[in-house]
């Protein structure tokens, strides 16, 4: 070959560089010419064909690297003697399992051994699989298995040799400089004989010591000092190694890729995003991180508390630099609760970036209906929305939000939309099973009744507050919704409702959940037919609900019916006495928590029944004027921690507002939490702010800002309005008709205190 040639390529250097990389890329591919017979002759060949005779005087990459596999040609060959397949090796490694003992003296095998003797057996050969195995680190990037493992060798045959495959991979940003790793770590097992099972001697054992105690100058390969360290697993491994390993310096660069992936997953979104200026191996490693990551909660996430306050509150560009890193990933999003100068465009931000959205609260987040027209579209799983306390938020809003996903929707949160009317129930579907409605005071009778007929699979549902609530509507929802298990009716502004209208709820005898808070309409007759009708009852709240004349102390104690009760709430209620909660203990065996905030009338006696309650986890006595100190030392001496026993969930007992005086409580050895605060009033406080009178009501405002009409949204709802509005008597809000029922409340007081007479 004319290597001065024009029509020959070689004799340039690029040429001859392509070439050179070229044959190393192929003894690469041939695992570092470690088969002697074939690659090695293929590589001569190709080099004399190419007269590449000068390499000798060449500094090519190719040749550095063949003159180091020249160094290995002895480890090779003696390798090749140990034995030609891994699949022998591998067997060799662990000992014979065999249903027999070991041979005895007199050539016969033996029964099989105890169970003890399997055990201590059993953890010998667990013992001794650790002992042979070591841990090699500060190893070249450059190193293959097969090389490592021909290294090795010189100390003893070798089982298996792993080099983790994280450790060998391509960079995410291609932009970037390549740069591979300073060093990694390989797990190697040395290999055992059959005949060592016989003796006390193992040589895999000693070829791993030797391999340990081994010289720098040994252990020196390609050019870096190989450390070897033995390997125990967390069974074996003493109070010292476990001292000495977190006593030295780790650095966590050196981690292996998906255990620092994981580490960082744990980190807070902020820490997380902080952590990627370190290196470009934490910013890979923080960027897969994101993958694990399917929620994001600006609520519960103390960080994101204080990192965006008032001073610093959360804005687009802070959701989109959030968002552009999780957003593929998230199943859970949640904004409410957070300080934020968010607008229009982070909805378009949330549907670009969040394709695999299944839940969303968008609750703080205020908006035009044009905003959230195409919000929801690309949000092809999304299951369920919460749009809490939007106050100014209109019916043509929430027509749009839940336009293209309204026939999937399965929870549905609006509680506090006081303009809300519920013009948009028509788009539901039977998918929808939970939907919370609690404070929509302007909820009319013809959205009910689309919400029970569209929607017929619902099993939870909550109307408190809803003024609009009647018989008619109860009836509806007793015939339609006959697999319900939560219902919540609390308030006392129902205009239209009846004691009659209520006894509709007997007829759903799936029922799990009661609520019935502040609800004046309760009666005797209502709760006798629940306890006698609704018997898979499992929580039951009459907080504050009726009257003293309403529910006597003869229909309290048959909440003793309930056998399945487990939650129960009797605050305010004169009925409940001592005689009444003992029946109550008695019969609901089941009953885990308990609140008798502010019973006047609940003493020593009835507290002290509460001993027969074995699963009993929350008492809540705040307010009981009668609650004495005796009486709580009666549950601190009941409750005890009992040694290797199942019971050892701790019991909360709050006792504020009480004369208990807790100087004078003995608690060695009891499982019970004292809790000196009294919720009374702020329970109190709550429902005063979620459940106001009907005087109240009219002075909700109704300035709209929404000027623009849409045809489609108004052709479906402005006809239905006003024929609705008109029969109800329900116009705008005005200052005369507040005056007015502040008049007509004002003389009915006046006549009770007989301060006038009509």
Known sequence: MDCHGDACSFSKPVGMFKTLRRLHGHNLENSGLNDLSEAFQNFMTRARFFSVGRLRRTWSHSALEFLKYRRLLPMLTSDQEIG??????????????????????SGVCGPLPSSRKVRRDSSVRTSRHEER???VMNISPRVTTNQLKSFFSKFGPISSCQIPSEQRRNS????????????????????????????IFDSSVKSAEKAIN????????????????????????????????FGSSLSLSILPEKVLTLILSYLPPVDRIRSERVSKCFLESSVESWKLTNTLLFSNDSIFGRTFSSSNPLRNMHLKALLSRCGVHLKCLDLSRVVNLLDEGAFQIISLSCPNLVEVNLSGLSCHWRAVRTFAEPLKN????????????????MWYLFKPVGMNI????????????????KLFGDQLQKIFLDGCYRLDKQSLEELCFHSPNIIELRLSGCRLVSDDILSLISRNLQYLKSFALCGDCFVDLTPVGLMALTRLHFLHELWLDYNSLVSDQLLEAIFDNLTCLRLLSLAHAGSDATITKEVASKIAKLTELETLNVSSLAAVTNNVLSSIASGCSKLRIFRARCCTYLGEEGVCSLTMLKNLEHVD?????????KCIQTLLDSFTLITNSHAKQTVTVVIGGTICNIQSLRKCNSRVVVDTSDYSEISADSARDLFPTSSVLPGIENNSSESSSDGEFDALTTHR???????????????????????????REALDLGLIIK
């Open 214 to 245: 081994a010289v720098a100058e040994e252990l020196k390969f390609y050019d870096q000092v190989i450390t070897a360290v033995p390997s125990h697993s967390a069974s074996v491994c003493s109070l010292t190694d476990v001292a000495s390993f």
């Open 84 to 105: 030609s397949s891994d699949f022998a090796n591998e067997s060799n490694s662990y000992p014979p399992t065999s249903s027999y003992a070991k041979p005895s003296k």
């Open 133 to 135: 195995k070591i841990i």
């Open 410 to 425: 399965r929870e549905v949160d609006l509680r506090g939309c006081r303009r809300f009317k519920g013009r948009c129930f």
């Open 172 to 199: 995410l940003y291609a932009t970037l400089t390549p740069k591979s790793r300073s060093s990694m770590t390989a797990f190697i097992i040395f290999r055992t004989s059959s005949l060592d099972e016989f003796y």
């Open 721 to 747: 309005s006003f024929i609705i509005d008109a029969l109800d008597g329900l116009e705008d809000d005005s200052l005369m008709e507040a005056q007015k029922s502040i008049d007509e409340w004002a003389e």
């Open 382 to 397: 999304l299951r369920s929305i919460t749009y809490k306390n939007m106050v100014n938020i209109s019916d043509k809003t």
């Open 621 to 629: 006595l705040s307010g009981c004027l009668l609650v004495t100190s």
